[in-house]
């Protein structure tokens, strides 16, 4: 049975940082894709950073040079590193892989 686990939300003020983690057990991340998503109330979900198995990364424009992903093989984990948070980044954030979702974890960016 696959499983993702979302961890590291949390409430941070403008221009701060956050570090989310995502736990998978019945699939590797390093054989498909790991990705993180993100929803607004009432939005469908976004995509907000995509790691491919050979490692290649891609990240829209809107958070581009702020947030990077990064997988650890051995632990089989996937990160969202995420610096100069902006309230317009407010959302539930989402672990994903192949067949998988995480039931997601609150950030909030407010002073």
């Known amino acids: 049975q696959v499983q993702l686990v979302e961890s590291g939300g949390g409430l941070v003020q403008p221009g701060g940082s956050l570090r989310l983690s995502c736990a998978a057990t019945g699939v590797h991340f390093s054989l498909y894709y790991g990705a993180w998503y993100r929803q607004f109330p009432g939005k469908e979900r976004e995509l907000v950073a995509f790691?491919?198995?050979?490692?290649?990364?891609h990240y829209p424009d809107s958070v581009k040079g702020r947030f990077t992903i990064s997988r650890d093989r051995v632990k089989n984990m996937i990160y969202l590193q995420m610096n100069n948070l902006k309230p317009e980044d407010t959302a539930v954030y989402y672990c994903?892989?192949?067949?998988?979702w995480g039931l997601g974890t609150q950030v909030t960016v407010s002073s």
């Open positions: 790691i491919t198995s050979n490692l290649t990364t």
């Open positions: 994903h892989t192949v067949r998988a």
